[in-house]
């Protein structure tokens, strides 16, 4: 019976094994050991003389430093466990915050295409939006008689001019300023409408509101300086009635801007309406608006022939120059915002 397993306890009589002689100075190897047993060994017997015979290689290990660095510069000290284990853990995007270890990012199926931010889908730009609509509409209706009554008396001669608010009572006032708060957050967003922002697919919500906040600061601080100098001016140089009247048309203008500018507002967010048409309708209307100003500084001011060079003066430095410089200060945080995007 020929034996097959290696576990039997069967005695075989084996013949010693004898030292197979070299060829040459060639080292054992499995194949010469396998044909030095005889024809019937079985694989226990063949594995048992490769274990006895075979003479077990002598690792060579290397003595110079594993330093993984470029040759000829010099190995760095080894580092701790501890000092290893925390730069294993390490990574390149360490310490930005953009890195979030904890979001996974593995996804089942194709991966989605991105859609570019739109105004119209942010719930924070439409509660903002709507609250100033709603806003709009209970201070016009109290604000009505008020803005209609300074409508008509724009173009009349100064000695028809009077005081709009002697016989209205203060609330319409109250009613116009806050009209004028309103109208410089909806130049705000409408000029954020307009910066660029809606062709980004990768925008936080932190640099969306933080374009929008500074934006609305530039806006409100270029108003105050405005009327700051324009009172300080006209306090120098003018009487109190005087002044008393530019202030209410300054404000008036303010609030017609406002009224004129949101339905724009409405087009360009929810209704695509293009870059170049609504660059177009805000050039128009604060073209007509300093037209207004203009001609009021002219009745007010300078209504005789010879006062048309201060006039001109007076505007360019109180009301073209802040303009300019406006312009200037958005295009700059506007290109600021985008290139960090």
């Not at 290696?6 to 075989?12: F, H, K, L, N, V």
């Not at 000829?72 to 915050?97: C, M, V, W």
């Not at 969306?208 to 934006?215: D, G, V």
């Not at 004129?260 to 870059?275: E, G, K, R």
Request: hydrophobic share 45%; charged share 20%; net charge positive.
């Amino acid at each position: 019976m020929t034996q097959t397993d290696s576990i039997s306890t069967r005695q075989i009589p084996v013949t010693p094994t004898k030292t197979v002689g070299h060829k040459g100075s060639l080292p054992f190897n499995a194949a010469r050991i396998i044909d030095a047993l005889p024809e019937d060994a079985t694989p226990a017997q063949q594995d048992s003389a490769i274990q006895a015979n075979l003479p077990e290689r002598v690792r060579i290990r290397s003595t110079r430093p594993d330093t993984l660095e470029i040759p000829g510069i010099p190995a760095k000290k080894s580092k701790s466990l501890s000092e290893l284990t925390y730069h294993y853990r390490q990574t390149f995007f360490d310490g930005n915050h953009f890195m979030h270890p904890e979001v996974s990012d593995s996804r089942l199926g194709i991966q989605e295409t991105l859609l570019p931010y739109r105004l119209r889908t942010d719930d924070g730009i439409t509660a903002i939006v709507l609250v100033v609509f709603m806003l709009m509409l209970v201070l016009f209706s109290k604000s009505k008689k008020a803005l209609l009554k300074q409508a008509k008396e724009l173009f009349n001669p100064p000695r028809e001019y009077h005081n709009l608010f002697n016989d209205e009572p203060d609330n319409q006032q109250h009613s116009i300023k806050l009209l004028v708060c309103l109208t410089l957050l909806t130049i705000s967003l409408q000029l954020f409408g307009l910066n660029g922002l809606e062709n980004h697919t990768v925008i936080t919500s932190e640099t969306l509101y933080l374009a929008l906040l500074s934006t609305t600061l530039v806006i409100t601080g270029y108003y105050l300086i405005k009327k700051l100098s324009y009172h300080f001016v006209n306090w120098i140089f003018f009487d109190k009635t005087k002044n008393k009247r530019w202030q209410e048309t300054y404000t008036f203008t303010y609030a017609a801007e406002g009224l004129l500018l949101f339905p724009l507002v409405l087009l360009t967010i929810y209704f695509d309406l293009n870059t170049l048409q609504a660059w177009l309708y805000i050039g128009f209307v604060v073209f007509l608006t300093r037209i207004i100003l203009l001609y009021e500084t002219y009745i007010i001011f300078f209504p005789k022939i010879h006062g048309i060079l201060h006039l001109i003066v007076y505007f360019c430095a109180l009301e073209i120059t802040p303009l300019l410089m406006l312009c200037r200060v958005l295009a700059f945080i506007n290109n600021n915002f985008v290139i960090k995007i």
